[in-house]
Nanobody, 115 residues
Framework: QVQLVESGGGLVQAGGSLRLSCVAS????????MGWYRQAPGKERELVAQ???????SYTDSAKGRFTISRDSAKNTVYLQMNSLKPEDTAVYYC?????????WGTGTLVTVSS
């Protein structure tokens, strides 16, 4: 079992930045993939960025060039640095962990970008 706790959401103006954090209850050695997803009101949850245990990162088109996923293995923490935020980035952001066939989710942190 892996518990994930997100933090760092809030209200920011368009063009601003936020850094989200996700702390895992287990070492990343036991987790194959960590990712950030988001769900806007009335929309399905979608992938934003992910990082493998080996440190390989990938991003969706909407995140490329603006968002950066990183991790601090000593702190069991994954970050999502979000720059040049747009109103359409408004959503609840969720941390997701995958360990073998098991999927774990955090409870989410709300990001609101005002125009």
């Amino acid at each position: 079992q892996v518990q994930l706790v997100e933090s760092g959401g809030g209200l920011v103006q368009a063009g601003g930045s936020l850094r989200l954090s996700c702390v895992a209850s287990r070492s990343f050695i036991a987790i194959d993939m960590m990712g950030w997803y988001r769900q806007a009101p009335g929309k399905e949850r979608e992938l934003v960025a992910q990082i493998t245990r080996g440190g390989i990162t990938s991003y969706t088109d909407s995140a490329k060039g603006r968002f950066t996923i990183s991790r601090d293995s000593a702190k069991n923490t994954v970050y999502l640095q979000m720059n040049s935020l747009k109103p359409e980035d408004t959503a609840v952001y969720y941390c997701r962990g995958q360990a073998l066939m098991n999927i774990y989710w955090g409870t989410g942190t709300l990001v609101t970008v005002s125009s």
